[in-house]
Nanobody, 125 residues
Framework: QVQLVESGGGLVQAGGSLTLSCEVS????????MAWHRQAPGKQRELVAR?????????VDSVKGRFTIDRHDADNTASLQMKMTILKPEDTAIYYC?????????????????WGQGTQVTVSS
């Protein structure tokens, strides 16, 4: 069974920094796309940043230049970090880790759209 566990959320003043982490564990073949999404109160969940294995990351315009994601892959583990700087009150949201986790049975591969439980980020003005 695959699990995504996030950590690193919290309360910070505007202009401050936080780093979110997501650990993927369990029995899987590989992890393809990894991403951070967020959902602010009363708003729809939105993609913040995404990184595919071996490719450059993509960011939503509102966080470009302020957020940086990075991933590390090893046997049966994968992790995703997001360093958030120059935080603004509008960054306040629950942040979710998302990963396309691939399992394999024989010659067949299966993609699982997996999510973490979310971690709260609150930026005070």
């Amino acid at each position: 069974q695959v699990q995504l566990v996030e950590s690193g959320g919290g309360l910070v003043q505007a202009g401050g920094s936080l780093t979110l982490s997501c650990e993927v564990s369990g029995n899987f073949y590989r992890v393809d796309d990894m991403a951070w999404h967020r959902q602010a109160p009363g708003k729809q969940r939105e993609l913040v940043a995404r990184i595919s294995y071996g490719e450059f990351p993509l960011y939503v315009d509102s966080v470009k230049g302020r957020f940086t994601i990075d991933r590390h892959d090893a046997d049966n583990t994968a992790s995703l970090q997001m360093k958030m700087t120059i935080l603004k009150p509008e960054d306040t949201a629950i942040y979710y880790c998302n990963a396309d986790v691939v399992t394999r049975i024989g010659d067949s591969v299966f993609h699982h759209d997996s999510w973490g439980q979310g971690t709260q980020v609150t930026v005070s003005s």
